[in-house]
């Protein structure tokens, strides 16, 4: 910039590998003064669009009502149930799908290493679609990915138009993980899963009530200590190794 233009001018200067830096007089605050180089405006700065948000819907008509007062089951197998059921209060063209994944897969269910695993590696996942995520809710669309005590719960909300669409391309995405490129991520969640298991003991007495409730109801459910001791040994080696391993058998209960 102009010399003439700056303010907060000081006759104090100081060399620095040869830069000549001036300091401002309030918090001795070094800075430099060059002037403007107009060239800088002829460059041709190229920024690509952003990508297609393929989510928002074509159409809005509210699905076909159903005189079905309670859920119907429209599909089973011995790997999938399905059941649904049509809102008859609100007239929304969205629909709601959960998908209850039951797996023992890395043992999520009766080892204490296989539920510290689970409960990083949700973590990991929410972390790696959030960018996709962003672009899911600019067309209300919604995704989630949770541990609950008896198994992976994935939430899914959006239009009726897209919603098939969007669940496909979540697991597709899902499918897709490679957990060998995500280590910062799951040194942050790991740490940050360590805090939260640590100030549970400082939550709400009615909180930690009911944490020890689900130890007692709940088959292989491990103390706060066991946890903690399981989730300091678990190495990014381990959670690559369980990575690979987890949702590859097991049963899909859809809503």
């Known amino acids: 910039m102009d010399e003439d233009s700056e303010s907060g001018d000081t006759s104090d200067s100081d060399s620095d590998n040869g830069i000549e830096y001036q300091k401002e007089p309030i918090y001795g605050t070094k800075y430099v003064k060059e002037k403007l180089n107009f060239a800088l ?16 819907p074509n159409d809005l008509k509210i699905l076909a009502e159903s005189d079905a007062d309670k859920p119907e089951r429209i599909f089973t197998d011995k790997n999938m149930e399905i059941w649904t059921q049509t809102c008859v209060k609100f007239k929304v063209p969205t629909v709601i799908v959960v ?70 391309s979540c697991y597709n995405k899902l499918i897709k993980f490679d957990a060998k490129i995500h280590q ?23 909180e930690q009530l009911s944490l020890i409730l689900s130890k007692i109801l709940i088959s292989g459910a491990f103390t706060t200590k066991h946890m903690l001791a399981e989730g300091k040994n678990l190495t990014f080696e381990k959670f690559i190794e369980l990575s690979d391993r987890i949702l590859k058998t097991g049963r899909h209960l859809w809503f």
Not at 116 to 121: A, D, E, G, H, P
């Open 99 to 168: 998908d209850n994944f039951y797996s023992n897969d890395c043992g999520i269910l009766n080892t204490a290493e296989g539920r510290v695993f689970v409960q990083i590696w949700a973590r990991v996942i929410r972390e790696y679609f959030r960018e996709y995520n962003y672009m899911a809710e600019k067309a209300s669309m919604y995704f989630s990915c949770e541990f609950d005590s008896d198994g992976l719960e994935f939430n899914f909300r959006g239009y009726a138009d897209k919603i098939e669409e969007f669940i496909y």
């Open 41 to 56: 405006f002829d460059i041709d700065y190229k920024i690509s669009d952003p990508p297609v948000n393929i989510l928002f």
């Open 184 to 206: 910062h991520t799951f040194d942050m969640k790991k740490e940050e899963w360590l805090k939260d298991l640590k100030n549970y003991a400082y939550e709400d007495p009615s």
